[in-house]
């Protein structure tokens, strides 16, 4: 497993080497850093084989106030047939933060990035629905971001109205 | 913004509702549905209802406290979700249970695992009209939180798993109910075995309804049951062995057509397995190093804290029911021997000073668990699949960021495509073969 792992982010390195910023293995996990422009070729590299990193595991991000690029989209991606799991990394900058759409590689995105977009206000270009997933509409904000205060509340939205 | 649902709208088709408060939408759902007569010829859901904003209190809360939240994601499984949170932080930290509270970890779970399978099958059995199932497996479920309440204290908010171990030791009463427990669980499941496997109302309910394949099944991120019943063998237990289960003999059972059915017999026969499982960690479990199980013996706590006041007590203490089974002698066998991460036992607290500064140094603000900077994904194999959780740390006592991977979020995101071209009806037994956890699904 160990050679392999080591291939994954090595072969990266050398098929992108513009575009793959850093290489690291935080507590064993395989991390990688990367532009956001290389996002959906890299992705759709990795889906074939022989890495095979077929499942989506999991899409999120993570805003750091105060830096220039302030929010990180966090991939994790799973190959079932490697056994093996890789994390991918995109900074992101405060305005106007929009990153490509995942939706034609994996279906599960298509929510995913709605629940992105909905806490953290990043655009997904390419989504065919970007509507919010748990919030409703006319809620303004988005939640998760650090300078959303956490006892805040928003105005009662008036009855829809039949048309 | 108008729903896609009406964007897309035919112009003589039925646009009917089904929730967001719906007997059959467990918790709370909305389905859109374009409906030809009882064709769904298109479905919108929208989620969100029970939205309670678990990742952003979880960043206001330090390492020890959001634990109790976790009970309330998926709240059929709550030990489950203790343990994805718990062993992700330790993982952080480097920490790792003693080997019996592994064990223990293992057998709870399992028992987790067991109720949550058995609340899922009911709840889609009853709705397809088999209520009989329902009681059955109902009363299978009782009996497995009546194990579960024993040792834990509560029936579905346990916050029983704890960081570096566990919360207390097994009951020591515990073994002739859990053998009671799995031995009625197994007296029903071959009653629901009896009355569904091969009854045709049942066949012709689940078979060859809301086939998915075994790509669309990876596409969509599906994992546990639902991704097992399209035949592609992954478990996390298996894959990325946590606890002990890597000693323990068990198989993965598969299905082979993806469809309501097979949802079905894979959960039936996962149940089987857990027993199994719970059997064997039984036998295997490390026996207790404190002398006494029982703790009767002993001066009271009251008189102890008196005597405290002019010299350490050196006596055994008597403890309170409510603190049962966690006394400072099991201890070793239950929680990690790094004080900075556990609560330290309270006969130190009440009776000696060091005892106090742990407590406090333990509780206080800006003190407690504080992981080193970094971030870390670990995942556990849960009822409907993979929970898993991603902790970003700034090296303070509170997670800077707390991200759940929900297993049921990414499988209730297929439902939209698996019903359509089916009739209204088979809805119902394909959303319940989803196991929908509102309090995951949302968080």
């Known amino acids: 497993m160990a050679t392999e792992k080591k291939k994954v982010t090595e072969v990266l390195k050398d098929k992108f080497p513009e575009k793959v910023k850093d290489v690291s293995f935080p507590l064993g996990d395989e991390t990688i850093v990367i532009e956001a422009d290389a996002l959906l070729e890299i992705c759709r590299f990795l889906m074939k084989d022989p890495f095979a990193l077929t499942m989506l595991l999991d899409l999120t991000c993570v805003d750091y106030i105060g830096e220039e690029m302030r929010f990180e989209m966090v991939y994790h991606l799973f190959s079932i047939t490697n056994n093996n799991r890789l994390r991918i990394k995109i900074r992101l900058p405060e305005k106007d933060p929009a990153i490509a759409s995942l939706t034609p590689l994996w279906k599960n995105a298509n929510w995913l990035e709605r629940e992105v977009y909905d806490m953290f206000g990043i655009h997904f270009t390419g989504h065919p629905y970007l509507k919010r997933l748990f919030m409703y509409d006319g809620f303004e904000g988005h939640p998760l971001r650090k300078d959303y205060p956490l006892r805040k509340r928003q105005p009662m939205i008036p009855m829809r109205r039949k048309e | ?443």
């Not at chain 2, 003693?98 to 609340?119: C, F, G, K, N, W």
């Open chain 2, 1 to 443: 913004m108008t729903y896609r649902i009406q964007q897309e709208a035919r112009k003589e088709s039925l646009m009917v509702n089904m929730g967001p408060s719906h007997p059959a939408m467990h918790g709370t759902i909305r389905i859109m549905l374009e409906l030809d007569g009882e064709r769904v010829l298109n479905a919108e859901l929208e989620v969100g209802y029970l939205h309670r904003g678990f990742e952003k209190i979880c960043e206001h809360k330090t390492y020890f406290n959001l634990l109790p939240y976790t009970d309330r994601l998926n709240y059929v499984s709550p030990l489950i979700n203790n343990l994805g949170y718990v062993m992700t932080l330790e993982k952080l930290l480097g920490i790792e249970a003693p080997e019996r509270a592994q064990y223990i970890r293992v057998i709870m779970s399992e028992l987790s695992r067991v109720s949550d399978h058995l609340t899922a099958l009911a709840a889609m059995t009853m709705e397809c009209g088999a209520f009989t199932v329902f009681l059955y497996m109902i009363q299978a479920r009782e009996e497995i939180w009546n194990v579960i309440e024993q040792t834990t204290g509560a029936r579905m908010t346990t916050s029983f798993i704890r960081i570096g171990g566990v919360r207390a030791d097994l009951h020591p009463n515990m073994d002739p109910l859990l053998d009671k427990a799995i031995d009625s669980t197994r007296k029903l499941m071959k009653d629901c075995h009896g009355l569904l496997d091969k009854n045709k109302i049942w066949i012709n309910r689940t078979r060859n309804v809301a086939v998915i394949s075994k790509e669309d099944a990876i596409n969509y991120g599906f994992t546990g049951p639902c991704l097992r019943a399209t035949g592609v063998y992954y478990d996390v237990r298996k894959a990325h062995p946590y606890c002990v289960y890597d000693q323990l003999e068990f198989e993965v059972p598969l299905g082979d057509n993806g469809d309501n059915y097979d949802r079905y017999i894979v959960r039936m026969r996962e149940i089987e397995q857990s027993l199994r499982i719970i059997e064997q960690a039984r036998k295997k479990i490390p026996r207790s190093t404190s002398p006494s199980q029982l703790m009767a013996e002993g001066i009271e706590p009251a008189e102890a804290i008196k005597a405290s006041r002019d010299k350490k007590v050196e006596a055994k203490i008597q403890l309170s029911p409510n603190l049962e089974g966690s006394e400072k002698e099991v201890y070793p066998d239950i929680l990690s021997e790094r004080k900075q991460y556990i609560v330290p036992p309270k006969e130190d607290t009440y009776t000696n000073i060091e005892g106090l500064i742990n407590h406090f140094k333990f509780f206080m603000k800006g003190h407690g668990i504080r992981p080193p900077k970094g971030d870390v994904y670990f995942s556990v194999e849960g009822g409907s699949g993979e929970v898993g959780y991603y902790i970003v740390s700034d090296g303070t006592d509170k997670p800077y960021r707390l991200h759940l991977r929900g297993p049921c979020f990414h499988i209730v995101a297929a439902l939209e495509e698996m019903i359509l071209g089916h009739y209204i009806a088979d809805i119902i037994p394909t959303f319940g073969s989803m196991n929908m956890i509102g309090g995951e699904l949302d968080r």
